[in-house]
Protein backbone atom coordinates (compact mmCIF):
# COMPACT_ATOMS: atom_id res chain seq x y z
CA UNK A 1 0.00 0.00 0.00
CA UNK A 2 1.82 3.30 -1.11
CA UNK A 3 1.36 6.69 0.85
CA UNK A 4 -0.86 8.38 -2.00
CA UNK A 5 -3.78 8.46 0.11
CA UNK A 6 -2.15 10.49 2.29
CA UNK A 7 -2.01 13.60 -0.45
CA UNK A 8 -6.17 13.18 -0.26
CA UNK A 9 -5.97 14.68 3.51
CA UNK A 10 -5.26 18.15 2.07
CA UNK A 11 -8.31 18.84 0.07
CA UNK A 12 -10.31 16.77 2.97
CA UNK A 13 -9.06 19.07 5.65
CA UNK A 14 -9.57 22.13 3.46
CA UNK A 15 -12.97 21.19 2.96
CA UNK A 16 -13.30 19.95 6.78
CA UNK A 17 -12.60 23.62 7.73
CA UNK A 18 -14.27 25.26 5.33
CA UNK A 19 -17.20 23.95 6.02
CA UNK A 20 -16.55 24.20 9.94
CA UNK A 21 -16.30 28.21 8.96
CA UNK A 22 -19.39 28.58 7.00
CA UNK A 23 -21.80 26.14 9.39
CA UNK A 24 -20.50 28.51 11.95
CA UNK A 25 -21.50 31.29 10.84
CA UNK A 26 -24.51 30.78 9.64
CA UNK A 27 -25.37 29.25 13.33
CA UNK A 28 -24.17 32.49 14.66
CA UNK A 29 -26.24 34.63 12.28
CA UNK A 30 -29.60 32.26 12.97
CA UNK A 31 -29.34 32.45 16.41
CA UNK A 32 -28.92 36.29 16.39
CA UNK A 33 -31.54 36.41 14.21
CA UNK A 34 -34.07 33.87 16.02
CA UNK A 35 -32.84 34.83 19.97
CA UNK A 36 -31.57 38.40 19.89
CA UNK A 37 -32.91 41.69 19.70
CA UNK A 38 -32.96 44.18 17.02
CA UNK A 39 -32.75 47.68 17.27
CA UNK A 40 -32.97 50.80 14.67
CA UNK A 41 -28.97 51.77 13.87
CA UNK A 42 -27.61 53.54 11.20
CA UNK A 43 -24.33 53.83 9.67
CA UNK A 44 -22.07 56.25 11.15
CA UNK A 45 -19.07 55.03 9.22
CA UNK A 46 -16.89 53.30 6.57
CA UNK A 47 -14.15 51.13 8.17
CA UNK A 48 -11.65 50.66 5.76
CA UNK A 49 -9.36 47.14 5.13
CA UNK A 50 -6.86 46.02 2.75
CA UNK A 51 -7.99 43.01 0.23
CA UNK A 52 -6.62 41.66 -2.76
CA UNK A 53 -8.04 44.07 -4.78
CA UNK A 54 -7.36 47.15 -3.10
CA UNK A 55 -9.23 48.64 -0.01
CA UNK A 56 -12.10 47.24 1.41
CA UNK A 57 -15.26 49.38 3.21
CA UNK A 58 -17.00 48.16 6.12
CA UNK A 59 -19.91 49.58 7.33
CA UNK A 60 -19.92 50.44 11.15
CA UNK A 61 -23.52 51.04 12.38
CA UNK A 62 -24.88 52.37 16.41
CA UNK A 63 -27.44 51.59 18.12
CA UNK A 64 -29.09 52.19 21.40
CA UNK A 65 -30.43 49.10 23.91
CA UNK A 66 -33.49 49.80 25.83
CA UNK A 67 -31.48 51.24 28.88
CA UNK A 68 -29.97 53.79 26.45
CA UNK A 69 -26.44 52.06 26.18
CA UNK A 70 -25.04 52.90 22.59
CA UNK A 71 -23.33 50.81 20.88
CA UNK A 72 -21.35 50.45 17.55
CA UNK A 73 -20.30 47.29 15.19
CA UNK A 74 -18.13 47.07 12.51
CA UNK A 75 -19.38 44.23 10.21
CA UNK A 76 -16.80 41.87 9.40
CA UNK A 77 -17.58 41.86 5.80
CA UNK A 78 -16.00 44.08 4.01
CA UNK A 79 -16.48 45.23 0.11
CA UNK A 80 -15.26 47.03 -2.87
CA UNK A 81 -17.93 49.01 -3.51
CA UNK A 82 -20.75 50.21 -1.14
CA UNK A 83 -24.59 50.72 -2.44
CA UNK A 84 -26.92 50.58 -0.10
CA UNK A 85 -25.07 50.86 3.63
CA UNK A 86 -23.39 54.29 3.26
CA UNK A 87 -23.05 56.73 6.16
CA UNK A 88 -26.45 58.00 7.13
CA UNK A 89 -28.55 55.19 5.99
CA UNK A 90 -31.04 53.83 8.80
CA UNK A 91 -30.65 50.26 9.62
CA UNK A 92 -31.90 47.45 11.18
CA UNK A 93 -29.14 45.63 14.38
CA UNK A 94 -29.29 41.98 15.72
CA UNK A 95 -27.93 41.59 19.05
CA UNK A 96 -27.10 39.33 21.78
CA UNK A 97 -28.86 41.66 24.53
CA UNK A 98 -27.00 39.82 27.09
CA UNK A 99 -23.36 40.86 24.63
CA UNK A 100 -24.53 43.48 22.25
CA UNK A 101 -20.68 43.04 21.22
CA UNK A 102 -22.42 40.55 19.62
CA UNK A 103 -23.99 41.77 16.53
CA UNK A 104 -25.04 41.57 13.01
CA UNK A 105 -26.35 44.84 10.64
CA UNK A 106 -29.57 43.09 9.05
CA UNK A 107 -28.99 42.34 5.04
CA UNK A 108 -25.16 42.69 5.88
CA UNK A 109 -24.24 40.00 7.64
CA UNK A 110 -22.26 37.71 5.18
CA UNK A 111 -24.82 35.03 4.77
CA UNK A 112 -23.61 34.47 1.20
CA UNK A 113 -20.01 34.14 1.88
CA UNK A 114 -20.92 31.31 4.96
CA UNK A 115 -22.87 28.96 2.35
CA UNK A 116 -20.60 29.80 0.09
CA UNK A 117 -17.89 28.19 2.74
CA UNK A 118 -20.17 25.09 3.41
CA UNK A 119 -21.33 24.23 0.11
CA UNK A 120 -16.90 24.37 -0.94
CA UNK A 121 -16.58 22.98 2.35
CA UNK A 122 -19.15 19.69 1.70
CA UNK A 123 -18.19 19.52 -2.23
CA UNK A 124 -14.49 19.04 -0.97
CA UNK A 125 -14.88 17.03 2.02
CA UNK A 126 -17.64 14.23 -0.18
CA UNK A 127 -15.61 14.25 -3.24
CA UNK A 128 -12.65 13.40 -1.16
CA UNK A 129 -13.84 10.74 0.32
CA UNK A 130 -16.00 9.37 -2.72
CA UNK A 131 -12.35 9.38 -4.24
CA UNK A 132 -10.53 7.77 -1.43
CA UNK A 133 -13.45 5.37 -0.77
CA UNK A 134 -13.59 4.48 -4.74
CA UNK A 135 -9.70 4.22 -4.71
CA UNK A 136 -9.62 1.45 -2.06
CA UNK A 137 -12.43 -0.24 -3.34
CA UNK A 138 -10.94 -1.25 -6.86
CA UNK A 139 -7.89 -2.23 -5.37
Do not use: C
Request: overall charge positive; hydrophobic content about 40%.
Amino acid sequence: MGTGWLFALIPLLLGAVFFAIGYTGIRRARTLRRTGATAEGQVIRLATSSGNNGTLYHPVARWHTPDGAAHEHTSRIGKSTILNFRPGTQVHIHYDPKNPTRAAIAGYDGAGADYLFTTLGTLLTVGTLAVVTAAFLTR
